[in-house]
């Protein structure tokens, strides 16, 4: 990401801002008439073309004024996390809405509406498929040759346990040395989360295995941490505010197309919200999980009650969004659902 100076950041700053109010590229006596140091359209030029020139801005158009590019909104946004604060309009509307709310259903049912009402995007909130799935611990047992026995603890007491089949014969010692990495890698983990996570490292690590990560692999690929689970919750609202904000239709029938499948919101929102964070994330083109997003924006937050991770609650929208308001509603919401939660057992 480029490195800009004041003057750069609040010039950069007011066109964002304009652009995304009027939708319509900014030109440099606009900034000028607003500007509070009295610079002049010609110095405001100059810096806008050396924001341009650090990959910030975009010119549609010779005769036009400039509109953020992808990486100006990337480098926007991550300046304003953590540094504002909610509208009193905006607590008020999140407080009637969740009166009273104590039930995890009802309360993502409501985020996914409060979301789509704030932010004017797309509301999306998705539980977890089942509740107290953080990983505790995992623990393997030598049955018999090719045949272990694999338990699973939750963070909430729950033991699943299964008989594995295994290709290959291992040791206790084997054994105890994969339970080992499991536990010191992903204690705290949402088990989801660590599925895909050894996935990705038995992957990677493929053409370099030492007998640790082919333990590793086999005993997972015998379901060390299958289980049996409750079909994630999907709630999606607001689609009716791309219709009326997104002018490329080609683009606004791609991202429909996966709101309507409940599979690609869930792959989606795993892909970019990671459980293990703490803050608000903000995705600027989403092209890494689904190619033909790279246009939009995800902001959001996982769903906690205390150390227990129950779900995922996100804005999915166009770049031209307001960053401020959204950032923070689903900061405040991720927040107060941890709240209502405790605040009920």
Do not use: C
């Amino acid at each position: 990401m480029a490195t800009i100076g004041k003057r750069e950041q609040e010039i950069l700053t007011a066109i964002i801002e304009t652009y995304i109010s009027t939708g319509e590229p900014v030109g440099s006596r606009t900034l000028a008439r607003r500007n509070r140091e009295g610079l002049s359209a010609a110095t405001i030029r100059n810096v806008m073309a050396d924001l341009a020139e650090a990959g910030l801005l975009a010119q549609p158009h010779t005769s036009a004024g400039r509109m953020p590019s992808i990486d100006g909104y990337r480098y926007y946004a991550e300046k304003l996390s953590g540094q504002v604060t909610l509208k009193p309009d905006d607590e008020q509307i999140i407080q009637r809405y969740f009166h009273g709310v104590s039930d995890v259903q009802e309360f993502m049912e409501r985020t996914s509406h409060v979301l789509s009402l704030i932010s004017s995007g797309v509301g999306v909130a998705v539980t977890s498929g089942g509740p107290r799935k953080a990983l505790e611990h995992v623990h393997f047992q030598k049955l018999r040759d090719y045949r272990v026995l694999a338990v699973m603890v939750t963070r909430g007491g729950l033991v699943r346990d299964r008989v594995l089949r295994l290709q290959h014969n291992m040791t206790q010692p084997e054994l105890d040395l994969a339970a080992r990495y499991i536990n010191d890698n992903f204690r705290g983990w949402v088990i989801e989360d660590v599925r895909r996570e050894l996935e990705r490292r038995i992957e990677q690590e493929r053409s370099e295995y030492d007998q640790l990560m082919n333990s590793v692999a086999q005993l997972y690929q015998s379901g060390a941490l299958a289980a049996n689970e409750e079909a994630a919750e999907v709630f999606v609202e607001g689609t009716a505010n791309l219709v009326s904000k997104e002018n490329n239709t080609e683009r606004l029938r791609q991202l429909l197309k996966t709101l309507e499948e409940k599979a690609r919101i869930i792959e989606l929102l795993s892909s970019y919200v990671d459980t293990r964070q703490e803050a608000v994330r903000v995705i600027i083109g989403l092209e890494e999980a689904m190619p033909d997003l790279s246009s939009f924006v995800l902001i959001g937050a996982p769903a906690r009650s205390g150390e227990e991770i129950l779900g995922r609650l996100a804005v999915i929208g166009p770049t031209r969004m307001d960053y401020q308001h959204t950032i923070n509603a689903v900061s405040y919401i991720a927040q107060l659902f941890d709240k209502l939660l405790n605040d009920s057992e």
